[in-house]
């Protein structure tokens, strides 16, 4: 067998691969044999068909499986043998396309396209220092956290009159050309209707002021702000609700009105649970202000992360082999073609720089992550699900059950590694580059992702 490689250029080499019958013969020969042992044809004892004919039928295939089986295992090797640094996977030369006869040919010659990593020179004196937002968390923040917290403990109550932040239950049926109910037509009982969630100003003062008994006439679809909503109301399908172009009578039952939670020490508790150490509202809001500060920091990572990738792949300023990579995305991907990938190519190049950035700084840095701190990850993953649920007391055996549980889904963890990876990135840049820290308002780092 013999290997050679020839350099297109700095990013792409061809690998040509010729195989001789010395090669794989004998592989091929005991496969036969082993399929003539096996082998049971009509008018033959087991094991006793004619090699000539078990070669006949099966010596084709064994050929070809065996002479892919060396094609895989000698260009891998000589990938790892010659430190070739490749992305993606090898392709089939389309410069030298291979003409394969496993009926005729004993010698067969193949070639292969490898796109190689270009080499990555991070200079940190070259990008400077990076911004790093910080939220100021001000008492309107606070506020509304608190009042987000009232609501969420709030309740409905009977209400005589129809506001505009009422809610009502009614029946809907549906009126014919002459307003009276249509015999067969469409009905739906026991419905909730909001009144800011009619979109129609005109709709919506007809429902202001109105009673428990009051019969209210409108078209749903004209009221609500798509039809998607209107089939949820009259409990149909929404291919249903698409010929459907008529006034309902909505007849209101009940009337409610939503009550927040008294901001006292009751709420703290439904908050914290009756065992937390936060008594007074002056300690409730200092122990919001801790979770909003704790929060943000997440957010101001993220915005980091995206700052970074940016100011790292225009630094490094890279050479890729494009037209491989578009290639293979190609060919890998049964989901895209080849007019996508070149139109999304450049969501794609950056991806491509900045992983090769990333695991740049992984290899010449030593950065390493273990178990623990994967399932450090998986528990702090568990302790937010929790209090998105508002569960802010969960005993540990239910955090240490939660997070095995994370930890069993493997591409789950295998999400975790990366990111536990990348963050060690984003802290050695951080050291690195150093950081010029802008305080901003909320709405300031809002608009930051709306550039």
């Known amino acids: 067998m013999k290997i050679s490689k020839t350099s297109i250029d700095d990013l792409n080499v061809v690998v040509r691969i010729a195989i001789e019958k010395q090669d794989y013969e004998a592989t091929v020969n005991e496969t036969l044999k082993d399929y003539r042992k096996k082998a049971n044809m009509p008018g033959f004892r087991k094991g006793m068909v004619p090699a000539g004919l078990i070669k006949k039928m099966y010596g084709k295939s064994a050929l070809a499986e065996e002479v892919n089986k060396l094609l895989g295992r000698e260009l891998t090797k000589y990938i790892v043998d010659e430190n070739l640094n490749i992305l993606g996977e090898p392709l089939p030369s389309v410069t030298e396309k291979a003409k394969v006869d496993f009926d005729k040919d004993a010698d067969f ?14 200079d940190y004196a070259k990008i400077g220092k990076l911004p790093y937002y910080e939220v100021i ?17 709030g309740e409905n109550i009977p209400a005589e009159v129809v506001g505009e932040k009422e809610t009502m239950i009614g029946d809907f049926a ?11 037509g469409i009905v739906s009982e026991n419905v909730q209707v909001a009144v800011q969630l009619i979109k129609d100003e005109a709709i919506q003062k007809l429902f202001i002021g109105a009673k428990v ?11 609500m702000a798509n039809d998607h909503e209107v089939a949820h109301l009259l409990k149909v399908k929404d291919d249903e609700i698409n010929t459907v172009e008529a006034d309902f009578n909505f007849t209101i039952s009940k009337i409610n009105t939503f009550v927040p939670a008294v901001i006292d020490e009751e709420l703290i508790k439904k908050v914290y649970g ?3 150490e936060v008594k007074t509202i002056e300690e409730f809001r200092e122990k919001i202000l801790e979770e909003l500060k704790s ?33 293979w995305l190609v060919e890998t991907n049964d989901k895209v073609t080849a007019e996508q990938i070149e139109e999304e190519f450049g969501n794609y190049r950056t991806d491509f720089e900045w992983t090769l950035i990333k695991n740049q700084l992984v290899k010449e840095n030593g950065l390493k992550i273990d178990e623990q701190d994967i399932t450090a990850m998986a528990r702090e993953m568990a302790l937010m699900q929790f209090r998105q649920y ?9 955090l240490d059950n939660y997070a095995n549980s994370i930890l069993q889904d493997k ?9 536990k990876i990348e963050d060690k990135v984003l802290e050695l840049i951080k050291e690195k580059c150093g950081l010029e820290t802008k305080m901003v308002t909320q709405k300031e780092f809002d608009d930051l992702f709306e550039k």
């Not at 010659?109 to 991070?122: H, Y």
């Not at 968390?137 to 969420?152: K, P, T």
């Not at 549906?174 to 067969?184: P, R």
């Not at 008994?213 to 009221?223: E, Q, S, T, Y």
């Open 295 to 327: 929060n943000n920091i997440y957010s101001s990572n993220y915005r980091f992360l995206i700052d970074a990738k940016v100011a790292l792949t225009n630094a490094v300023a890279m050479k890729l082999p494009e037209e491989f990579l578009k290639r």
């Open 213 to 223: 008994g009051d019969v209210l006439k409108f078209n749903p679809r004209v009221a």
């Open 390 to 398: 508002g569960m802010f007391n969960v005993p540990e055996e239910y």
């Open 174 to 184: 549906q009126l014919d050309a002459e307003g009276l109910v249509l015999e067969g």
């Open 274 to 276: 009756d065992a937390t």
């Open 137 to 153: 968390v001000d008492s309107n923040l606070i506020d509304n956290q608190i009042e987000g917290y009232a609501n969420r403990f």
């Open 411 to 419: 591409d789950q963890k295998q999400r975790m590694t990366d990111k």
């Open 109 to 122: 010659e193949f070639a292969f396209d490898l796109g190689l990593s270009p080499v990555i020179n991070v």
